[in-house]
């Protein structure tokens, strides 16, 4: 059942995709995501992940169950509507960055207000407040081509966080980054998500998962087990209980609010 402190709530959900024989992406997920939450989802190639990480972002559909995103059921939505849902509810940060070449910095950030009809005066204030807060307010006019690698995913998580959203969604966020810079990023998802953001990291990086509240482990297209951790990246475990396996730190999907 869908809570007003959930972000997100999948409900017995199925995806099916038809390539000759069906091939299900994702076979009966039930998961609730609270506001202010930080959840990593991790699994195998083909676990499902992105599949997951479509439907809540609203760039898909599921073929039975319902995901609930904001308050707004997606399952019954058309593409208008889901579109509108997209661009208020949800902020991605892809691996790639995803900026637009031709753009400034404070421009790719003040990019989807202007689908919201804010005014151009209150997308510039809000870019150039949130380039100020991930650490670019000298760097505004500068295309992205001349921005290092770290400093273009941090305009890309300003521009995931311009419209305010319900949640953002980070895909492998720091899969292009070196050590050192990948810290730097996964300290300023930190500091955002104690400021209230609810934050969903795909990864398969365990260390960059274990930045989050729990981790969802998907196999084959279903929720495996979901781990809780306990603050600082570390998880809770009993001692010799083997990587893997239920321990102190992991909850049963089927008792943790309903989860599959």
């Known amino acids: 059942m869908e809570s007003p402190a959930d972000a997100v709530t999948m409900v017995d959900v199925r ?11 994702l076979d009966g997920v039930s998961l609730s995501i609270p506001r202010g939450s930080y959840t990593a989802i991790m699994g195998p190639s083909g676990s499902g992940k992105s599949t997951l990480m479509n439907l809540v972002g609203c760039l898909d559909t599921p073929t039975a169950g319902s995901v609930s995103v904001g308050g707004s059921d ?3 939505l ?18 790639t960055f995803n900026l637009m070449p031709r753009l ?17 005066a209150e997308r510039i204030e809000r870019a150039g ?28 998580l300003a521009r995931a966080l311009v419209n305010d959203p319900a949640l953002v969604l980070a895909d492998e966020p720091t899969g292009n980054l070196d050590t050192e810079t990948e810290a730097e990023v996964l300290d ?18 365990r260390h960059v998962a274990e930045r989050a509240d729990r ?6 297209g279903e929720i ?18 083997a990587d893997g396996d239920q321990g102190a730190g992991d909850e049963p999907a089927t008792e943790q609010d309903g989860d599959r």
């Open 15 to 25: 995806k099916t995709y038809h390539v000759g024989e069906p091939v299900h992406a």
């Open 74 to 76: 997606i399952s019954t």
């Open 78 to 95: 058309d593409e208008r509507e889901r579109t509108t849902v997209r661009g208020t509810e949800v902020g991605f940060v892809f691996q």
């Open 104 to 120: 400034t910095a404070l421009e790719n950030v003040a990019l989807p207000q202007l689908f919201q009809g804010v005014s151009r």
């Open 129 to 156: 407040g949130l380039l100020e807060r991930v650490g670019l307010g000298d760097r505004k006019d500068h295309l992205p081509k001349e921005l290092s690698g770290g400093q273009r995913q941090r305009v890309a």
């Open 188 to 205: 300023l998802f930190e500091e955002f998500h104690e400021a209230g953001t609810t934050l969903v990291v795909v990864t398969h990086e």
């Open 215 to 220: 981790i969802v482990h998907l196999l084959d």
């Open 224 to 241: 495996e087990r979901i781990e809780q951790l306990d603050g600082a990246g570390e998880p809770e475990s009993e001692p010799g209980t």
